[in-house]
């Protein structure tokens, strides 16, 4: 196992590279000037002399691979550059956003277990029921249901009409997160909870279940002690590839709510076309994938014996 996980950690090295190499071509291929967009944000006027020195101050008058060793060599040692737009260090200015999208984050995945895998045992044991009807069209119109959407929606009706929760920001406490929260959580748990109920109906019709029947072993012992833990690969592997797209931040949600945290942060450097702000998320998106993949094998590792047996014998 340590072996394992060590290889993966030496393969982050070649992704990032990778990644961080693309990203940064593809950003300086666009036909708008960093110093015009600077300029239009700031207000400002510049003569074409002060444009050319920023543009050499900011190294930008260099080929496009030499600016990006020098970024990189910066990078490697810990100084990410500064904003374009508001002249911060760009880390510290990372940093200072992700508390709330970590918050946001666990807020949504604890909600979304707390619904989604109740209900998709539930469906699935009272299959082709009432109440396996009900839960699947209910699911069904929360999957269908884009973000922006029920975010307005729940505005409109918990803010606007009843006045029980802030309209957006998360300066209210505990207030401010329940309606990103639930935003976020409603559409995965929709989801999740068909893949929980397919899953847990796939695991009922096997051999081994009918053969603990067989024996005389009771209903919700097979379902939680068998069927549930042998769900569990498909359950981790859906939390994982969530984990890893909310830690990168939901932009449509945060920017709609005004939440202040990563997903937010790169709209706005998109918009303002700030470079260093926007290759720092790239790096920090490229880590999670890496890291969730990662905690995700090892997590199987111990949960199916199986993968256990396969590296003894290799």
Partial sequence: MKKYITRRLLQLIPILFGITLLSFL???????????????????????????????ELGLDKPILQQYVIWLGKTIRGDMGESFVSGQPVFATFVSKLPATIYLTITSILLTVLLSIPLGILSAVKQNRITDYIIRFFSFIGNSLPNFFVSLLLIYVFSLKLSLLPVMGNNAGWKSVILPTLTLALSMASKYTRQVRATVLEELNKDYVQGARARGVGEKRILYFSVLRASMLTIVTLLALSIGSLLGGTAIVESIFMWDGVGKMVVDAITMRDYPVIQVYVIWMAIIYVGVNLVTDIIYHYLDPRIRLGEEDA
């Fill in 26 to 56: 593809l950003m300086n291929t666009g036909t708008a000037d960093v110093i015009d967009v600077m300029e239009n944000n700031t207000g400002g006027a510049l003569s074409e002399e002060e444009k050319d020195a920023l543009r050499a």
